[in-house]
């Protein structure tokens, strides 16, 4: 299995700050990599895919970025709303697997 | 709009078999990939399975045999059941969707609004 790990696990961040949280996959993946959010008892909501593509509908300061087995998310300025959880994810190869998450919080 | 709606039993008691449906609506049912992700209270998550309806299913080797998900196209559904279950499946579980395309490699950006599967005798 790819494993990923993300780095930090947690993160202590003021609003206005610009955020950087790492993915590192155990072997390359090329771009298929995607980036989720979520909120406590929300299910997640997906907010890059393709490594660096940004969905429909989120907010231009979130951006990705890397290939192959380093990965980054890029928060320019936080805001309020963006307290939450991080998790990175691969589609380059079953089983799809998760990074542990990073929890972005004030 | 597309959206999921997903139902099941919630509490289970040990060597159950736990089962969940997921419905689809406002697009067409054959344009997507269909998966489960799971996550346990207070931790991350973790991927179930995904139906590919072109290529078929593949599941996560950690949970071995006792997986299996379905479709019934002529619903809009799918499903999951995950048999003999223990303590260790005690999570949140959701139904999610991935859009089909030939030149990208799209990532879940549908879900359902999750269940909460508690195993305990």
């Known amino acids: 299995d790819i494993q990923l790990t993300q780095s930090p696990s947690f993160l202590s961040a003021s609003v206005g700050d610009r955020v950087t949280i790492t993915c590192r996959a155990s072997?390359?993946?090329?771009?298929?990599l995607a980036w989720y959010q979520q909120k406590p008892g929300k299910a997640p909501n997906l907010l890059i895919y393709a490594a660096s593509t940004l969905q429909h509908g989120v907010p231009s300061r979130f951006s990705g970025g890397g290939s192959g087995t380093e990965f980054t998310l890029t928060i320019s300025s936080l805001q309020p709303e963006d307290f939450a959880t991080y998790y990175c994810?691969?589609?380059?190869?079953?089983?799809?697997?998760f990074g542990g998450g990073t929890k972005v919080e004030i | 709009q597309v959206q999921l709606q997903q139902w099941g039993a919630g509490l289970l008691k040990p060597s159950e078999t736990l089962s969940l449906t997921c419905a689809f609506s406002g697009g067409p049912f054959s344009d997507y990939f269909w998966n489960w992700v799971r996550q346990p209270p207070g931790k991350g998550l973790e991927w179930i399975g995904e139906i590919d309806p072109r290529r078929g299913t593949s599941y996560n080797p950690s949970l071995g045999s006792r997986v299996t998900m379905s479709l019934d196209t002529s619903k809009s559904h799918f499903s999951l059941e995950l048999s003999s279950v223990t303590a260790a499946d005690t999570a949140v579980y959701y139904c999610?969707?991935?859009?089909?395309?030939?030149?990208?490699?799209?990532?879940?950006?549908?879900w359902g609004q999750g269940t909460t599967v508690t195993v305990s005798s």
């Open positions: 994810q691969q589609l380059n190869r079953y089983p799809f697997t």
């Open positions: 072997q390359g993946i090329g771009t298929y």
């Open positions: 999610a969707a991935r859009y089909y395309d030939i030149l990208i490699v799209h990532s879940l950006d549908v």
